[in-house]
């Protein structure tokens, strides 16, 4: 399993990103997908989740409204649409998925929301 992130930055306040997950090694439209995402000096939170046909999702509270999940079946890839970013949306976001109750991760990209 690999799973690769890309599309973090710095943005300001009130700012959009888009990120990005390349998925390999598994059958990816098997399997739900979710964001995490962990700032300095915190625990890892779940940010967002979908289903594995795109049907369904759920979000932090944190953050709904904000963001939204997607995904692309046939690209092997999942998104976080971030949009309206504050100072606190500032962190490292994982792609992950859990097969057979076991977690894999990618290696995270950095999102620094600062003016």
């Known amino acids: 399993v690999q799973l690769v992130e890309s599309g973090g930055g710095l943005v300001q306040p009130g700012g959009s990103l888009r990120l990005s997950c390349a998925a390999s090694?598994?059958?990816?439209?098997?399997?739900?997908m979710s964001w995490y995402r962990q700032a300095p000096g915190k625990d890892r939170e779940l940010v967002a989740h979908?289903?594995?046909?795109?049907?369904?999702?759920n979000y932090a509270d944190s953050v709904k409204g904000r963001f939204t999940i997607s995904r692309d079946n046939a690209k092997n890839t999942v998104f976080l649409q971030m949009n309206s970013l504050k100072h606190e949306d500032t962190a490292v976001y994982y792609c992950?998925?859990?097969?057979?109750?076991?977690?894999?991760w990618g290696k995270g990209t950095l999102v620094t929301v600062s003016s």
């Open positions: 090694g598994f059958t990816f439209g098997s399997y739900a």
């Open positions: 992950a998925v859990i097969r057979y109750g076991l977690y894999y």
């Open positions: 979908i289903t594995s046909l795109g049907g369904s999702s």
